[in-house]
């Protein structure tokens, strides 16, 4: 602010001595007209998610609705992420300044030499956890977890927790059965597998709503509660951004924080629920303010800490059992790209 | 006949990697994006022999599905090649059933079949049926008429002759729709495999798509495309050789 009126006194200064020449005059009115203009255009953003619009977007679409990018200058372009779409690939091609990535894509990202930097750690607690029928089964250990037929998606995360608890409990391969996991939930509902993963804001709000329905109870089973931090999403830039930008990379992230903040206060909770259902038209009402409250306690850390904090041990953690389970092949060194924006 | 599609395969494949090489090296980019020669051969010593093997897997589905589709297609253009009303409505049938898209389909048969060899084969067939029962039925309709004219006239003309003359004299089109439908049949197994199943190079192919490693998906589309071609020079082989036997019988 301080430059931009001494740059205007500058100008007005100028002006005054060329005023005796009317063309100039013309001329340098233009040209002033010109700077002003370009002076005042936001900054257009493109971020790119990383899954699909539901609730784990939630603190994006109300930064960007509500107006919360547009009080810092931007204009963010917020795209929709998928199987097939990774944010890091885009961030490195330039088809994206910002990107949410799970902690897993970015430190194999790492071991494959992307330049990148983690500006904030959305999620506090991972979202991917295991449901299951609590009547009969209780997990309070992990020795409880013998013997059980168990979901998981051979390829994502939730293989690498697993492996990890299991090992943690001394837990053989054999000892357990493990399903495959894919999109249809028949298996879990038949009974045919007893813990099945899903993101508990979105996909275990709605399980667990057709369990509870069916007069089933269920419950879900936390691998933080064991000591497996393994992190999920955060928000990422690249490192050229994050050197030749850190005003837009401040800025950017100030809003996107802020909007997450804001999104999970309760008492913001009707504008960030029907910011949702534009998108999530076929969720009814109660689904979503079950999933906002989920989320909320996923996001929202303890007291005295913010939104988008970077939980530095949890990365170390992520990193050390990736390097445990061969998924990547030498130390990355994560928590030197973790860059939390003040 | 092998070795030339073998090759062609190669040149074809190799072409498309120099060029992701020189994007990758043009725009520096990192090997998360586009993994160099080097890390490429390395993943390629690490999972060839596996993926080889997923590939022989999902070929064997492949081909029972191919097979599957040809006999349906067959029997579907002998009954659809007359201009009756049966005949139309048959067609119109078969045109119905591939109206569906085949990922709106898939999770009712997984979910009926489960995500074993049946569903995979089915998905299989349902891809690669559409093309090969158009060329059939195109084939099948169209009266060789030099050739017919004599035993309708000598009043010794039965359907079996019919499509007998019919199979023959377009042998070399036959050949190459099987041929060309092998690659459908191909494709269909590893979409199924890529939805649902816990086999074959599709499943891999997921896996790999959820580590972010373009490295092994190159050298899956390697060793499938090899895969694919020597199939394709077999099958074209064993029509030529259908035909000269054929040949010799008349």
């Known amino acids: ?342 | 006949m092998l070795l030339r599609r073998m090759y062609q395969f190669g040149l074809i494949y190799f072409s498309g990697i120099a060029f992701l090489f020189l994007v990758k090296y043009s725009l520096g980019l990192s090997d998360y994006v586009i993994p160099g020669p080097g890390a490429t051969w390395q993943i390629a010593g690490q999972v060839a022999l596996r993926y080889a093997r997923d590939v022989s897997n999902t070929l064997a589905v492949a081909v029972v599905g191919q097979f599957v589709s040809l006999f349906f297609a067959f029997i579907v253009g002998i009954c659809g090649r007359q201009a009756t009303w049966f005949g139309s409505l048959i067609k119109v049938a078969a045109y119905n059933v591939q109206a569906y898209p085949i990922v709106a389909i898939a999770p009712i048969l997984f979910i009926l079949l489960g995500d074993g060899f049946f569903t995979r084969l089915l998905i299989a067939a349902m891809i690669c049926y559409f093309p090969l029962l158009l060329s059939i039925l195109g084939i099948m309709s169209e009266p060789v008429i030099d050739i017919e004219h004599f035993y309708r006239q000598t009043q010794r003309m039965r359907w079996q002759l019919e499509v007998k003359i019919r199979a023959f004299e377009n042998l070399h089109k036959l050949t190459t729709v099987i041929s060309g439908s092998a690659t459908l049949a191909m494709a269909g197994t590893i979409v199924a495999e890529f939805i649902a199943a816990n086999a074959g190079i599709g499943y891999s192919i997921r896996i790999a798509l959820y580590q972010s490693d373009l490295g092994k998906i190159l050298v899956a589309l390697f060793i499938i495309g090899i895969t694919v071609s020597l199939y394709q020079g077999l099958l074209e082989r064993i029509g030529y050789v259908i035909k000269a036997i054929w040949g010799r019988s008349q």
């Open chain 1, 1 to 342: 602010m301080t430059g931009f009126a001494h740059f205007r006194i500058r100008l007005l200064q100028a002006f005054k001595t060329i005023s005796s020449n009317w063309i100039l005059k013309a001329v340098f009115t233009i040209f002033v007209c010109i700077i002003a203009v370009s002076a005042q255009a936001e900054d257009k953003i493109t971020y790119r998610l990383k899954w699909l619009i539901n609730m784990s977007t939630v603190g994006d679409l109300y930064a960007r609705d509500l107006g919360y990018f547009k009080a810092k200058g931007m204009t963010v372009n917020i795209k929709p992420g998928g199987p097939e779409r990774d944010a890091i690939r885009e961030l490195e091609l330039g088809y994206a300044d910002f990107g949410a990535a799970s902690a897993d894509q970015v430190i194999r990202a790492l071991d494959k030499g992307a330049p990148l930097v983690v500006v904030a750690q959305l999620f506090q607690v991972n979202p991917l956890q295991w449901i299951y029928r609590s009547s009969g089964m209780k997990l309070t250990s992990l020795d409880a977890l013998r013997g059980k037929a168990i979901g998981i998606t051979y390829g994502k995360n939730d293989e690498i927790i697993m492996q990890t608890l299991l090992s943690q409990a001394g837990i053989k391969h054999n000892q357990v059965r493990f399903f495959s996991v894919r999109l249809d939930y028949t298996p879990f509902y038949k009974g045919d597998v007893e813990l099945w993963p899903v993101y508990i804001n979105t996909q275990g709000v709605e399980i667990a709503k057709r369990l509870k329905s069916a007069g089933e109870q269920v419950s879900f089973f936390r691998p933080d509660r064991f000591g497996v931090r393994f992190v999920a999403n955060s928000v990422v830039t690249s490192r050229r951004m994050a050197t030749k930008h850190p005003d837009t990379v401040k800025r950017f992230i100030q809003a996107l924080l802020n909007g997450w903040g804001d999104s999970l206060d309760p008492a913001n909770a009707q504008k960030a629920l029907s910011i949702i259902k534009k998108y999530d038209r076929d969720a009814s009402d109660d689904v979503l303010k079950a999933q906002l409250k989920a989320t909320r306690s996923l996001i929202v850390p303890g007291a005295g800490k913010k939104v988008g904090m970077i939980d530095r041990d949890a990365w170390k953690q992520t990193e050390k059992i990736m390097l445990t389970h061969g998924q990547i092949k030498r130390p990355v060194n994560v928590t030197t790209v973790l860059s939390p924006v003040n």
